[in-house]
């Protein structure tokens, strides 16, 4: 690891950081791909769990001091006693720490950019990050093919533009049985700072890809064996229990859009039209929320 001390929000090392929109990162080396900034230490720790290349960090000077002098004192105890007593290797557990000391063994001239919280603290939502960004490079995203190859139960998003319903969804969906998670192209993108970091860093856990717009993707769903199921509030529906969900080998769970919902189109090129019965007149759930429902239920073999 390489530490850089900045002193100014301006310093040009930080415009990935500051400066940049999460568009702009994710194509910043075209034709090659580009980066995401993942934040706070859980959230990062999940990514390099899943080989995302750490690219460079952003620490608040503090945490970094209080890790170094952790460094510093364990390194001498362990040459004190080495020779009398076997030490635990690590740290105590704290994810900062978790995080540094994985980039350390990862090698290589990583560069660590450290400021005082006074200067960090103006950069959007830093405070509710733990003091810690990381800049990672993307990878190369496979087919649905590749993604589906064992999957039995699917979750596939049409159009889900907001990012906290995208994270909220892949969290569900790590959690509640979906096997992976397509997304056609007007979804928002599930690397982007506010969906990795709602997921909890499960869109490092579950796989994903996209899939194109739905015209395209159910021939794709078909094609793979997967009967599709849009979730719909509509009349011509089953009730999200009907027994005969339950019974399909694979099953592919349709959302859409918040407000609008699905497509028409999508609609009728579905096997199933399903819907989750509501009390007290409710008409309706938060696509998140419904998506949580439906993996609970139909995650079920």
Not at 59 to 85: F, G
Not at 273 to 295: E, R
Request: hydrophobic share 45%.
């Amino acid at each position: 690891m390489r530490i850089i001390e900045i002193r100014d929000l301006a310093a040009q090392e930080l415009d990935i950081y500051a400066r940049m929109s999460e568009n702009q990162l994710a194509h910043i080396y075209e034709p090659d791909i580009g980066l995401f900034i993942a934040e706070s230490p859980n959230v990062i720790q999940r990514a390099l769990n899943a080989g995302y290349e750490p690219v460079s960090i952003l620490i608040e000077k503090k945490q970094l001091d209080r890790w170094m002098q952790k460094e510093s004192a364990m390194k001498t105890a362990m040459e004190s006693m080495s020779d009398q007593i076997d030490l635990p290797a690590g740290n105590n557990g704290d994810p900062a720490d978790v995080v540094l000391e994985h980039i350390m063994a990862i090698g290589g001239d990583i560069p660590v950019y450290t400021a005082e919280y006074e200067v960090l603290k103006k950069l959007t939502g830093f405070a509710l990050i733990r003091g810690l960004l990381c800049a990672m490079r993307r990878k190369v995203l496979p087919s649905p093919e590749v993604v589906c190859s064992d999957a039995h139960r699917i979750a596939v998003l049409e159009n889900v533009m907001n990012p906290i319903n995208v994270g909220a969804i892949f969290r569900s969906a790590a959690a509640l049985g979906m096997d992976a998670v397509l997304l056609t192209g007007g979804c928002s993108d599930p690397l982007y700072r506010r969906s990795a970091r709602v997921s909890m860093g499960t869109v490092f856990q579950i796989p994903w890809t996209y899939i194109g717009d739905m015209t395209a993707g159910m021939d794709i769903l078909h094609a793979m064996g997967f009967k599709t199921a849009s979730m719909a509030l509509r009349n011509d529906t089953i009730d999200i229990n009907d027994p005969r969900l339950k019974e399909v080998e694979k099953l592919a769970i349709i959302l859409g859009t918040e407000g609008e919902g699905l497509k028409t189109s999508t609609i009728y090129a579905s096997d199933f039209t399903i819907k989750i019965p509501m009390f007290h007149g409710v008409d309706s759930l938060n696509v998140a929320t419904a998506s949580a429902v439906a993996f609970w239920e139909l995650g079920k073999r």
